[in-house]
């Protein structure tokens, strides 16, 4: 099973450049969720989307935008990369959102470098 | 956002010792998670608690949520090397669909 799948795993920037992580699951969930992960901070959410066709703002949202256009793939864009966005990012999908009943499911990460 | 706080952010123990890591927040939350990362991956769910006051038991490891559904601790019982990784708590905002992370607690078993 293939879960949940991200990439690049690993990517260089330099400051100014732009690019997009993809993120695709296979488990025909509803709930897509973008995190990235400091040291000392946790996973904080940078946006979500609750279905095919929508999008919302998280926790730290400036600076990023997503697009969830198919219900299995949820991007992640950087238009403008700066050194303050070097992080790992995670992606995370769920059946009914983060509710009792339902669990997050995350990919493996993208290691990302501004420069 | 409700805030949650993780202690000790590094802890550091030998093989065979017991431990407690602790999640705390002024706020409720609806329920709480407990998720365990290691290097290069990313955080699996160890357990869901969802009422006051209620304990569950993972094989050596304890979880508990506070009576107020504000805090919980995870208690792990004779460590071993392979309950290293990242320790996160997550809680389950009022609002629902979102989840909360804290910080993580770092715990290295030595043999």
């Known amino acids: 099973n293939a879960g949940v799948t991200q990439t690049p795993k690993f990517r260089v920037l330099k400051t100014g450049q732009s690019m997009t992580l993809l993120c695709a699951q296979d488990?025909?969930?509803?709930?897509m969720y973008w995190y990235r992960q400091d040291p000392g901070m946790g996973l904080r959410l940078i946006h979500y989307s609750v279905g095919e066709g929508t999008t919302a703002k998280g926790e730290v949202p400036d600076g990023y935008n997503v697009s969830r256009l198919k219900k299995q793939n949820f991007l992640l864009g950087l238009e403008s990369a700066a050194p303050s966005q070097t992080s790992v990012y995670f992606c995370?999908?769920?059946?009914?959102?983060?509710?009792?009943?339902?669990?997050?499911?995350f990919g493996s990460g993208t290691q990302l470098s501004v420069l | 956002t409700q805030l949650l706080e993780q202690s000790p952010q590094f802890l550091s123990i030998q093989e065979g010792e017991n431990l407690t890591v602790y999640c705390n927040s002024s706020s409720v939350f609806s329920s709480l998670q407990w998720y365990r990362q290691e290097p290069g991956e990313g955080p699996v769910l160890l357990v869901t608690?969802?009422?006051?006051?209620e304990v569950k038991k993972l094989k050596r490891l304890t979880f508990q949520f506070g009576d107020a559904r504000k805090d919980s601790s995870l208690h792990i019982t004779a460590a071993q090397p392979g309950d290293t990784g990242l320790y996160l708590c997550a809680g389950e905002e009022t609002s629902g669909s979102r989840l909360t992370f804290g910080e993580g607690t770092q715990l290295t078993v030595n043999p």
């Open positions: 488990m025909n969930h509803e709930y």
């Open positions: 608690v969802v009422t006051g006051g």
């Open positions: 995370a999908s769920s059946g009914q959102g983060a509710t009792v009943e339902e669990k997050l499911f």
